[in-house]
């Protein structure tokens, strides 16, 4: 129910967005701009460039908004665009740089982010060593664990929302979610 | 673990749909299954850790994104006023150079759109044909037949364009008259 009215009030928000209304516009961002920036902050791990990121999301999105297919809800589709985005920078950064790759715990390749403590996303944290401890359970997730994680813990999305943004199957979500979180609840287990 | 347990720490994971407020299937699991209880803990917990793990608020990245957002919706009406000029200054070097309208009768029928309008409105029409046979006689002899087709086109082109901008004007949504 609650996602429901979520919904429509998006939608209400797209329309008066449509008919030039930029309030409502600014309604949308102060209701997404939070979870958007979390989002990307965890997977570029860099908070100002999430930040940079998120405006940019938010303009395309402005941009678009007449072409966006409300079969879809508003967050999936703007998620698309920051996620997008995101991963953009990410290729171009490779392209640039050469990547650290390690194994993860089931011998997967993993990339290895370095982050800079000045832009670290969870430098916030008021326990620093629940932060590394969590940067490292996050960090040392398989990809595609990794993504549903910071989607639906940081950028607050539900699972059908996920299903919608990655096209997978509502099951499998389920299914990855629940392996992630027993990984991560090994991995924290000394703070939960 | 049965089969029971694990449909419970699916939903357990998942959250429950409305905050705080548990599944009465689950919540009678719970009451009996100590291993089920745990992980239920762990699962609050870990929800917990990652809920104050997300970046707070940043009420300057909300302001800088409106601004933008404002400066990019100004600049986009600024733009669509180049081709509503250009449309206009079109229709008006067409109709210039067709000889211009009969602009007395016309005018003179507009207030007049209920009571007699209809009729006003074919004497328009006729004075407005009529017109156009005399500039027609009077361009050939100054300008060249392909000159008057050439102003024809530029007044529907003009016309046209003016009717493209306007729609463009106010945005929409090509799903808005879906409902």
Same mark, same amino acid.
Not at chain 1, 66 to 85: A, C, K, Q, V
Not at chain 1, 92 to 118: F, M, N
Not at chain 2, 125 to 140: C, E, H, I, K, S
């Given at each position: ?12 928000? !797209? +329309?008066?967005?449509?008919? @030039? ?26 908070? /100002?460039?999430?930040? /940079? ?5 938010? #303009? ?10 409300? +079969? ?13 985005? @995101? ?9 640039? +740089?050469?990547?650290?790759?390690? /194994?993860?715990?089931? @011998?997967?390749?993993? /990339?290895?982010?370095? #982050? ?21 359970? #996050? ?31 509502? @099951? ?10 027993? !990984? ?9 | ?44 917990? =870990? ?13 300057? =990245? ?21 081709? *509503?000029?250009? %449309?206009?200054?079109? *229709? ?12 007395? %009768? ?30 027609? *006689?009077?361009?050939? =002899?100054?300008? %060249? ?11 529907? *082109? ?20 879906? %409902?």
């Amino acid at each position: 129910m609650v996602a429901s009215n979520d919904r429509q009030e998006d939608e209400r928000l !797209v +329309t008066a967005s449509l008919a @030039g209304d930029e309030d409502a516009f600014a309604q949308l961002v102060r209701r997404y701009q939070r979870r958007l920036t979390a989002f990307l902050s965890q997977l570029v791990g860099d908070v /100002e460039l999430a930040k /940079e990121l998120t405006q940019e999301a938010f #303009i395309r999105a402005w941009s678009a908004l007449e072409r966006y297919d409300p +079969t879809y809800r508003f967050s999936t589709w703007l998620f698309r665009i920051g996620h997008n985005l @995101g991963i953009d920078h990410l290729r171009r950064r490779r392209l640039k +740089t050469v990547p650290i790759i390690r /194994e993860d715990r089931e @011998g997967a390749e993993v /990339e290895v982010v370095l #982050i800079d403590q000045a832009k670290d996303p969870l430098g916030h944290l008021k326990n620093s060593e629940l932060a590394g401890v969590l940067r490292q359970a #996050i960090d040392g997730l398989r990809p595609e664990y990794r993504e549903l994680v910071l989607l639906r813990h940081f950028g607050g999305l539900s699972y059908q929302e996920i299903a919608d943004l990655e096209g997978m199957p509502l @099951g499998t979500v389920k299914n990855k979610l629940f392996r992630a979180h027993s !990984v991560l609840r090994k991995e924290l287990e000394s703070f939960l | 673990m049965n089969s029971q347990c694990e449909k419970v720490r699916y939903i357990l994971v998942e959250g429950p749909g409305v905050p705080g407020r548990i599944d009465p299937a689950v919540a009678g699991h719970l009451e009996c299954c100590e291993a089920c209880r745990q992980f239920a803990v762990a699962e609050e917990r =870990l929800a917990e850790v990652l809920e104050t793990a997300a970046a707070p608020a940043d009420p300057a =990245l909300q302001q800088r994104v409106i601004l933008a957002v404002e400066e990019l919706e100004a600049r986009r009406r600024r733009l669509a006023l180049v081709p *509503v000029a250009a %449309s206009v200054i079109l *229709v008006l070097a067409g109709v210039t150079l067709m000889g211009g309208v009969p602009g007395a %009768s016309m005018a003179a029928a507009l207030p007049a759109w209920t009571a007699g309008g209809w009729l006003a409105l074919a004497g328009t029409v006729m004075d407005f044909v009529g017109a156009l046979r005399a500039v027609a *006689v009077g361009l050939g =002899l100054l300008i %060249s037949t392909p000159a008057v087709l050439a102003a024809v086109m530029i007044v529907v *082109v003009g016309v046209g364009t003016m009717v493209l901008v306007a729609k463009r004007w106010r945005r929409q949504a090509a799903w808005s008259d879906r %409902s």
